[in-house]
């Protein structure tokens, strides 16, 4: 009786201890997660400084932003009229979801090592730069949009966008989409450009290579040292109108144009 009595404390114990890690566990995540919902209008300005979380913005079928951070730490929300402005400093990933039917002022976001990923997002104007985190911006729409990392990887997908900036310096730049005006340029990465419809695009690089594949687009680019190439319809046929333009530059690099 006495070993029954025994075991059933030492199995109470046992329970008690279990339940005591569960809650302590459970405790510990909600103390790292800070979750705010935060009213986003169309004068919103958002404004993120990151050193090595990644920041993901996407768009959700809700009236208000809503602000997630994962294991990051020291994680910040300040508001100040329409300005959200937000800080962390640790690692982890920082997610805010912006209502889909909602196209805000601006957002601005910067990096240290962290990545910036933005999906399906609509604001008048984007700023993003990181020094060595890579960025993915995809089915985005805004006003203009300007894009710079030291050595992280830029790419746009099927994003439209008045006036683009992209500034890197080794890595590479990839366009691809119905984008608007382009100005990209690279030191050492390589620079590709799929646009669509009829504006204008401008690549450089000292030692990178350029690949552009356009239509009826007025084009401009230079090297220093790498190659430059052209594909599609970006001379205008004999007799024709004169739809496009193109100027190019190289001091050793080799430019080709074909049809």
């Keep these: 009786?006495?070993?029954?009595n025994a075991r059933q404390r030492m199995i109470?114990?046992?329970?008690?201890?279990?339940a005591i890690v569960t809650i302590l566990v459970i405790s510990i995540m909600?103390?790292?997660?800070?979750?705010?919902?935060?009213?986003?209008?169309?004068s919103t300005k958002i404004v993120i400084d990151s050193k090595d979380t990644s920041v993901f913005i996407t768009t959700e079928e809700r009236v208000d932003a809503y602000i997630e951070q994962h294991?990051?730490?020291?994680?910040?929300v300040n508001e100040s009229g329409d300005a959200i402005n937000i800080t962390t400093r640790g690692k982890?990933?920082?997610?805010?979801?912006?209502?889909?039917?909602?196209r805000t002022k601006s957002i601005t976001v910067s990096t240290t090592s962290g990545d910036i990923v933005m999906d399906t997002a609509m604001t008048q104007d984007i700023e993003l730069s990181s020094m060595t985190g890579s960025m993915m911006i995809t089915g985005t729409s805004s006003t203009t949009l300007?894009?710079?990392?030291?050595?992280g990887n830029i790419i746009l997908t099927d994003t439209y966008t008045e006036d683009t900036t992209i500034n890197n310096g080794t890595g590479y730049i990839r366009a691809i989409g119905a984008l608007g005006n382009i100005m990209a340029e690279a030191k050492s990465g390589s620079i590709y450009v799929v646009p669509t419809g009829k504006n204008l695009i401008s690549a450089k690089t000292d030692s990178g290579a350029i690949n552009i594949i356009s239509s009826d687009r007025s084009v401009s680019w230079s090297t220093e040292m790498g190659d430059a190439m052209i594909y599609g319809d970006a001379l205008p046929p004999s007799g024709g109108p004169e739809d496009a333009e193109i100027t190019a530059f190289s001091?050793?690099?080799?430019i080709t144009i074909s049809e």
């Design 92 to 102: 982890g990933i920082l997610q805010i979801c912006l209502p889909s039917w909602q």
């Design 30 to 42: 909600l103390g790292s997660d800070k979750n705010a919902t935060i009213p986003v209008s169309s």
């Design 251 to 254: 001091t050793r690099g080799d």
């Design 146 to 151: 300007r894009a710079k990392s030291n050595s």
């Design 71 to 76: 294991t990051s730490r020291e994680f910040e």
């Design 1 to 4: 009786m006495m070993h029954k």
């Design 12 to 18: 109470i114990t046992i329970s008690a201890a279990l």
